[in-house]
């Protein structure tokens, strides 16, 4: 049974850092490429960041990009999403997924290429 567990969600000023991580268990880490989307209230959830599962490549969407890195660790079976200079528009839930191919290459800002996803942890940026 495939498990995301995400943690380092929290409180923040406007201009600080937070560092997401997302433990994966239960299958094969190193074959998946993995993701973060956010949701904020009363919103569709967006895509955040990607990384390819052989760590080659990596996707930002525009509003973060230049802010966020994203990175994995093999060795942990875990994804992180470094933030920095976070805006009070960052705020949301975040969320990691797993890819739903194994080798998959591309397609990584859309929610249906990815199969399970972790539980979420809030983001909150204060101004």
């Known amino acids: 049974q495939v498990q995301l567990v995400e943690s380092g969600g929290g409180l923040v000023q406007a201009g600080g850092s937070l560092r997401l991580s997302c433990a994966a268990s239960?299958?094969?880490?190193?074959?998946?490429?993995m993701g973060w989307f956010r949701q904020a209230p009363g919103k569709e959830r967006e895509f955040v960041a990607a990384?390819?599962?052989?760590?080659?490549?990596?996707y930002y969407a525009d509003s973060v990009k230049g802010r966020f890195t994203i990175s994995r660790d093999g060795a942990k079976n875990t994804v992180f999403l470094q933030m920095n200079s976070l805006k009070p528009e960052d705020t949301a839930v975040y969320f990691c997924?797993?890819?739903?191919?194994?080798?998959?290459?591309?397609?990584?800002?859309?929610?249906?290429?990815?199969?399970?996803w972790g539980q979420g942890t809030q983001v909150t940026v204060s101004s």
């Open positions: 990384i390819s599962w052989n760590r080659v490549s990596t």
């Open positions: 997924a797993q890819g739903a191919k194994s080798y998959y290459l591309g397609g990584y800002t859309l929610k249906d290429n990815y199969d399970y």
């Open positions: 239960g299958r094969t880490f190193s074959v998946y490429h």
